[in-house]
Nanobody, 117 residues
Framework: QVQLVESGGGLVQAGGSLRLSCAAS????????MGWFRQAPGKERELVAQ???????DYPDSVKGRFTIGIDNAKNTVNLQMDSLKPEDTAVYYC???????????WGQGTQVTVSS
C-alpha cells in the first residue's frame, strides 16, 4: 500500500522560504508523476508543481520562478522548495502521486503553510 507523508510546513514571513518534503512508502519514483497541490480556505485545490519520472517539471504562472520541485531518490522523497513566499501562498499543501498528468489518485494528509505579511 502506497502512503505519502508531507512535512516541512509552518509559519514564515513574506519573502521567506520553506522546503516541503513528501516521503513515499511502498512506491518509488521510477514511473508515473508526482505533484504538489494546495488548497486555501474557501478556494479550490490547485496544482503548484509536478514532476515526471523523467524529470520533466511543470508549474503554474503563480509560482513559476519561486517554487522548485525535485526528487531525492536516495531518500525516496519529493521536495518542494518555496522561495519569495507571499501571503497568498498560505494554504494546506498536499503531495500526490499518479500514473500521468491529471491522474493523481494517491494523496498525503497535507501540511499547513502560513505566510504572514
Amino acid at each position: 500500500q502506497v502512503q505519502l507523508v508531507e512535512s516541512g510546513g509552518g509559519l514564515v514571513q513574506a519573502g521567506g522560504s520553506l522546503r516541503l518534503s513528501c516521503a513515499a512508502s511502498g512506491r518509488t519514483f521510477s514511473s508515473g508523476v508526482m505533484g504538489w497541490f494546495r488548497q486555501a480556505p474557501g478556494k479550490e485545490r490547485e496544482l503548484v508543481a509536478q514532476i515526471s519520472s523523467g524529470g520533466y517539471t511543470d508549474y503554474p504562472d503563480s509560482v513559476k520562478g519561486r517554487f522548485t520541485i525535485g526528487i531525492d531518490n536516495a531518500k525516496n522523497t519529493v521536495n518542494l522548495q518555496m522561495d519569495s513566499l507571499k501571503p497568498e501562498d498560505t494554504a494546506v499543501y498536499y503531495c500526490a502521486a499518479g500514473p500521468s498528468w491529471a491522474q493523481y489518485h494517491i494523496w498525503g494528509q497535507g501540511t499547513q503553510v502560513t505566510v504572514s505579511s
